[in-house]
C-alpha cells in the first residue's frame, strides 16, 4: 500500500522516520477496538496516537491484512459530532446481539458497536431503540444463557480446543464429525457472553465468523447460507486462524 494511499475504509497511510501510520479516525469505536485485538493477538507491535494506529513498517503486510478482516464485518460510523446514547449490552451472548442488531436494521435506526462492545445510537431515537429492547428477551434468562458459563474457564477452553480442530479439518478437507462438532459448539457460544481474555469485538467476531461456518455447512445447495466448497474452506480456515492463539 503507498504512503498517499487511501483504502475503501478511509483509512490513510502515511510513514514517519521509523513507523507506519494508520489514521482510522472515521473508523467505528467497535472496529477500532476489534484491530487492537487481532494485533495483539497476533503479536504484532503497535500503539493508538488517539485513534491514529502507529506500527513498524516491516508488519504493513500483515496489518493491512488484518484492516481487511476487520473492514469486511465493519459498519459505518456514526456523525462525530451528533449527540448519542449509549446502552451497556457489551456483556450480552452474541446470539442475543444479533437478535438486537437484526432488529435495529429492520426500523432502519443507525447504530454502531463502542469499543467495550456497548452499543451506540443516535439520541433523536432513543425511544424507537428503548421500544426495540423492552420487546428483547432478559439477557440472564438462565435458558438464553446455555449450560456452560462464560466464567467456567476450563469449560470454555475445551468448546474452543474443539472448534479449532474441527474448524482446521473443515480448511483442508470433508469430514462429517467435525460438521457435528461445529454445530454443537458454535451453538454454546453464541449463548455467552465474552469469556475472560476476549473483548467484546473480538469475541462478536470470532462467534460471527462461526455462525457463518455453521450455517454454511447446514444450507442445502443454494440456500441463501450455502458456499461452495471452496468458500466454506476459506471460512474454516479463518475461524480457526482465530482461534488459533487461544488454544
Known sequence: MRDDETTDDETTEAESDDELLYDCTTWAGESRGLLASLLDSHGIPHAWQ?????????????????IDDVMASARPALDVAAAKVVYEVGSW??????????????????????????????????????????????????????????????????????????????????????????????????????????????????VGRSVVLRDALAAAPGAEDSLDDDELRVVAGEVRDLLRTYV
Open 50 to 66: 488517539g485513534t491514529v494506529l502507529s506500527v513498524h513498517p516491516e508488519d504493513e503486510d500483515d496489518v493491512d491484512d488484518l
Open 93 to 206: 451472548p452474541a446470539a442475543l446481539q444479533t437478535m438486537l442488531a437484526d432488529s435495529l436494521t429492520v426500523a432502519d435506526l443507525p447504530y454502531e458497536w463502542d469499543h467495550n462492545g456497548d452499543l451506540v445510537v443516535y439520541a433523536e431515537h432513543e425511544e424507537d431503540v428503548e421500544a426495540i429492547l423492552d420487546e428483547m428477551p432478559d439477557p440472564d434468562d438462565p435458558e438464553l444463557v446455555g449450560d456452560v458459563s462464560a466464567d467456567d474457564g476450563i469449560a470454555v477452553h475445551e468448546l474452543l480446543d474443539r472448534l479449532f480442530l474441527a474448524s482446521g479439518k473443515l480448511a483442508s478437507r470433508d469430514d462429517a464429525a467435525s460438521v457435528l462438532a461445529v454445530d454443537d459448539v458454535v451453538g454454546t457460544l453464541e449463548r455467552m457472553g465474552p469469556p475472560f481474555g476476549f473483548e467484546a469485538p473480538q469475541w462478536r467476531h470470532l
